[in-house]
Nanobody
């Protein structure tokens, strides 16, 4: 069974920074074979794509976070990170990580249905 566990959320003032982690585990889960994505969902809104780290480590971001957020991954530790800087109140949301096979995700990384595994999420609240 594959588990994704997010951590690092919290309350921060606008302009501040937070670093989220997503730790993956599972007997048959080969972390390095999966594209790892971050999504977020604010109250009353649909879940939206934040960014993705491909299996080789290259990244792709939503326009709303480009230049402020950085995704990285450590395949040796089965962990992905989301470094968030210059946070805005509109970044307030539950942040979720997801894993999908590279071949499935590559043509549509924003499509949630392409991901096989999801974490439970961690709350990020940015105060004005």
């Amino acid at each position: 069974q594959v588990q994704l566990v997010e951590s690092g959320g919290g309350l921060v003032q606008a302009g501040g920074s937070l670093r989220l982690s997503c730790a993956a585990s599972g007997h048959t889960f080969t972390f390095s074979s999966y594209a790892m994505g971050w999504f977020r969902q604010a109250p009353g809104k649909e879940r939206e794509f934040v960014g993705i780290a491909w299996s080789i480590g290259s990244t792709y971001y939503a326009d709303s976070v480009k230049g402020r957020f950085t995704i990285s991954r450590d395949n040796a530790k089965n962990t992905m990170y989301l470094q968030m800087s210059s946070l805005k109140p509109e970044d307030t949301a539950v942040y979720l990580c997801a894993a999908g096979l590279q071949a499935s995700v590559v043509l549509a990384p924003r499509n949630q249905n392409k991901y096989d595994y999801w974490g439970q999420g961690t709350q990020v609240t940015v105060s004005a």
